[in-house]
């Protein structure tokens, strides 16, 4: 069994000798323990080669202070000879795209579930109850903002959007015409599932029901070999691509 360990503010899974660094950001809520909610995504990836270091954090309105925080981090932590890979899922991707390198440490980003929805909207009774008790009532920064900061970044890398079929959540096609219309490389591949399929069997099975153990191991090994195959023949074969930083 691959065994997690915990360096600095950082939780890792990986050989002793990894291929590549995954730089990896969960959604907002289970983001907070990364190694627990997407323990089987991220150790499918481990035993793909891959070095998995998983930044938890706890929500806020301020999603640009949480990117530059877990930018940060990942540098802190950061295995020069090594090509990058970032990984985010719902709001992760989110803070992936608001790094304030642009994406110069990574030579790819694979984002699962791409999530840009209003504060109101992913929380309810928001827009009612903040003006009363005062507090913010939109992140930081919105949904129109994030598209506009994504579209003046002068730095390119290739991405790979992943949308699951059964997801109500997912914004990965409005991301997709943004980042045609200033030229990157991008991917749109669409699989089977839902917004928590990224997320570990047991917390499914707890909270949804749903598919059993195998199927959902399967599905899960599924999706790292989607991204593995993408590595493969887009940016981890790009001698000219980014490093970390």
């Known amino acids: 069994m691959p065994t997690w360990r915990q360096r600095g503010e950082l939780w890792t899974v990986g050989p002793a000798q990894p291929k590549g660094v995954v730089q990896f950001l969960g959604g907002s809520g289970l983001g907070a323990s990364p190694q627990l909610s997407y323990k089987r995504l991220l150790e499918a990836l481990s035993r793909r080669g891959w070095l998995v270091q998983c930044w938890s954090y706890l929500p806020s309105f301020d999603h640009q202070l949480l990117a530059v925080q877990a930018?940060?981090?990942?540098?802190?932590?950061?295995?020069?000879?090594?090509?990058?890979?970032?990984?985010?899922?719902?709001?992760?991707?989110?803070?992936?795209?608001?790094?304030?390198?642009?994406?110069?440490?990574?030579?790819?980003?694979?984002?699962?579930?791409?999530?840009?929805?209003?504060?109101?909207?992913?929380?309810?009774?928001?827009?009612?109850?903040?003006?009363?008790?005062?507090?913010?009532?939109?992140?930081?920064?919105?949904?129109?903002?994030?598209?506009?900061?994504?579209?003046?970044?002068?730095?390119?890398?290739?991405?790979?959007?992943?949308?699951?079929?059964?997801?109500?959540?997912?914004?990965?096609?409005?991301?997709?015409?943004?980042?045609?219309?200033?030229?990157?490389?991008?991917?749109?591949?669409?699989?089977?599932?839902?917004?928590?399929?990224?997320?570990?069997?047991?917390?499914?099975?707890?909270?949804?029901g749903g598919l059993g153990d195998e199927q959902r191991q399967r599905q899960l090994d599924q999706l790292a070999e989607s991204i593995e195959r993408w590595w493969q023949q887009g940016p981890g074969l790009t001698p000219s691509g980014c490093v970390a930083s």
Do not use: Y
Request: hydrophobic share 35%.
């Open 71 to 208: 930018w940060r981090s990942f540098r802190s932590q950061r295995h020069s000879e090594l090509p990058v890979l970032r990984l985010g899922h719902s709001m992760g991707c989110k803070l992936h795209l608001l790094a304030p390198d642009q994406g110069r440490g990574c030579r790819g980003e694979a984002l699962l579930s791409f999530n840009n929805f209003s504060a109101d909207r992913s929380i309810p009774l928001l827009g009612e109850l903040a003006p009363r008790l005062g507090v913010r009532s939109e992140f930081s920064p919105g949904p129109e903002e994030t598209l506009r900061l994504i579209s003046s970044q002068e730095h390119r890398r290739q991405r790979l959007l992943i949308r699951f079929r059964q997801d109500q959540l997912d914004q990965s096609r409005p991301l997709l015409r943004q980042l045609q219309t200033i030229g990157e490389q991008v991917e749109l591949m669409e699989l089977s599932g839902d917004h928590l399929t990224p997320a570990s069997a047991g917390l499914r099975q707890q909270w949804l």
